[in-house]
């Protein structure tokens, strides 16, 4: 059994452990707060039961996504784990929204609520478990890298702050004879709205496609330079195709002089090192070949990269090289996604460079800032 596979185990065996605790706490506090009449615990029941189902489609979306590649998706099918996130959003969000509903009718209706100290007992309990569930699920979560995983635990957590308000509510009625229930019940219905939407947004974001983790870009590159052939290393992008399916590419600066076989070697061997100590597959390393050749390239490249990065918002230029028999000069240039107007800043660097090498054609990229 490799590595893909004990982890699809874990996430699934962790899964049915927080349906089966989710379906005993919604039953235990749908009858004490239908026997209480307390709209509060209710709704809190119905919160756990969306869990159960969250925990449900958590299992559906790891089975699926641990198909195997073919014709029609030869990456696999990790990315099905942030769709099933989604659905799971979703479900929460429209929790919130009908508890919310039902929290204002109340709060314009009220009804007077009467607890059982068996009642407050349950509720305590289910605080407990919802503790131990939530620091279970959300610890397993960040071992096995599984973000829904690890939103069920901080959910769980969440949840048993807000059944320790509803106890305290409780206590409040019955010692201050004062009713929160109705506006406590709004309150749980905003916070799990809240746990909807901000749910919904992270992961479509990693369906839309984020900027690759800092570390591990740094990661890649250190790795990537530590090849003594190896001048620079630039324009890492990587690829999220799911939890542990990470499929990158770079550009790479090396010596005109390398041959093909050299270059086939090296590439080779940094895509082993790369995937063995990172797990980013580099499906592509593209060459900036370093001017050997020319005695005036270092003068020229000097002079250029102090025009370029003289513009506010420059935040790198790489790629340089030299071609004397064709008076061409090529290199890339990184500019800040803060920038109001990026274009303009081009243009502009494209326009005063040429003016500075006037004898020369200028072939300047307008590069992705893909990673830092």
């Given at each position: 059994m490799?590595e893909?596979?004990?982890?699809?185990?874990?996430?699934?065996?962790t899964?049915i452990?927080?349906?089966l605790?989710n379906?005993?706490?919604?039953?235990?506090?749908a009858?004490?707060?239908?026997?209480?009449?307390?709209i509060a615990?209710v709704l809190?029941a119905v919160?756990?039961?969306?869990?159960?189902?969250s925990?449900?489609?958590?299992?559906?979306?790891?089975k699926i996504a641990s198909r195997?590649p073919?014709?029609?998706?030869?990456?696999?099918?990790g990315?099905v784990e942030?769709?099933?996130?989604?659905?799971?959003?979703?479900?929460?969000l429209?929790a919130?929204?009908?508890s919310l509903?039902e929290?204002?009718r109340k709060?314009?209706s009220?009804?007077?609520p009467?607890y059982?100290?068996?009642?407050?007992?349950i509720?305590?309990?289910?605080v407990a478990?919802?503790i131990?569930?939530?620091?279970?699920?959300?610890?397993?979560?960040q071992?096995?890298?599984?973000?829904a995983?690890?939103?069920?635990g901080?959910?769980?957590?969440m949840?048993?702050?807000i059944?320790?308000?509803?106890?305290?509510a409780?206590?409040?009625?019955?010692?201050?004879?004062?009713?929160l229930?109705?506006?406590?019940g709004?309150?749980?219905?905003a916070?799990?709205?809240?746990?909807g939407?901000d749910m919904?947004?992270?992961t479509l974001?990693?369906?839309t496609g984020?900027?690759?983790?800092?570390?591990?870009a740094?990661d890649i590159?250190?790795i990537?330079?530590?090849?003594?052939?190896v001048?620079?290393?630039?324009?890492?992008?990587v690829h999220?195709?799911?939890?542990?399916?990470l499929?990158?590419?770079?550009h790479?600066?090396?010596?005109?002089?390398?041959?093909?076989?050299?270059l086939d070697t090296?590439?080779?061997?940094?895509?082993?090192k790369?995937?063995?100590?990172?797990?980013?597959?580099l499906?592509?390393i593209?060459?900036y070949?370093?001017n050997?050749?020319?005695?005036?390239?270092?003068?020229?490249?000097?002079?250029?990269?102090?025009?370029?990065?003289?513009?506010?918002?420059v935040?790198q230029?790489?790629?340089?090289?030299?071609?004397?028999?064709?008076?061409?000069?090529?290199?890339?240039v990184?500019?800040?996604?803060?920038?109001?107007d990026?274009?303009?800043?081009?243009?502009?660097?494209?326009?005063?460079?040429?003016?500075?090498f006037?004898g020369?054609?200028?072939?300047?990229?307008?590069d992705?800032?893909?990673?830092?």
């Amino acid at each position: 059994m490799d590595e893909r596979q004990k982890r699809d185990q874990v996430i699934i065996r962790t899964s049915i452990i927080g349906i089966l605790a989710n379906v005993l706490l919604a039953a235990f506090k749908a009858l004490v707060g239908l026997a209480a009449g307390s709209i509060a615990i209710v709704l809190d029941a119905v919160n756990n039961l969306s869990d159960a189902l969250s925990s449900l489609i958590t299992i559906i979306g790891t089975k699926i996504a641990s198909r195997a590649p073919d014709k029609k998706h030869p990456l696999g099918h990790g990315r099905v784990e942030y769709i099933s996130a989604t659905i799971i959003a979703v479900i929460i969000l429209y929790a919130g929204v009908t508890s919310l509903s039902e929290a204002v009718r109340k709060i314009i209706s009220p009804t007077k609520p009467s607890y059982s100290p068996e009642g407050l007992m349950i509720i305590a309990v289910a605080v407990a478990v919802k503790i131990l569930l939530g620091t279970f699920v959300k610890k397993t979560g960040q071992r096995v890298s599984s973000d829904a995983l690890t939103e069920s635990g901080t959910d769980a957590l969440m949840d048993a702050v807000i059944s320790l308000s509803t106890l305290a509510a409780a206590l409040v009625f019955i010692f201050g004879h004062l009713s929160l229930e109705a506006w406590l019940g709004a309150v749980i219905s905003a916070v799990i709205i809240k746990s909807g939407i901000d749910m919904m947004r992270e992961t479509l974001s990693k369906i839309t496609g984020e900027r690759v983790d800092s570390d591990l870009a740094h990661d890649i590159k250190h790795i990537v330079r530590s090849f003594p052939e190896v001048k620079g290393a630039y324009d890492l992008i990587v690829h999220n195709y799911g939890p542990s399916r990470l499929i990158g590419s770079m550009h790479i600066e090396v010596p005109d002089t390398m041959t093909v076989d050299e270059l086939d070697t090296l590439e080779r061997e940094i895509t082993d090192k790369v995937y063995d100590e990172t797990g980013v597959l580099l499906a592509g390393i593209s060459v900036y070949a370093m001017n050997t050749k020319s005695s005036r390239s270092r003068q020229i490249q000097t002079k250029l990269r102090r025009i370029i990065m003289s513009h506010d918002g420059v935040l790198q230029t790489h790629g340089f090289y030299l071609d004397e028999k064709e008076h061409l000069i090529k290199l890339d240039v990184i500019i800040d996604y803060a920038l109001k107007d990026r274009q303009q800043v081009y243009d502009h660097i494209c326009r005063e460079a040429q003016e500075a090498f006037p004898g020369y054609k200028l072939d300047i990229l307008f590069d992705i800032d893909g990673s830092d």
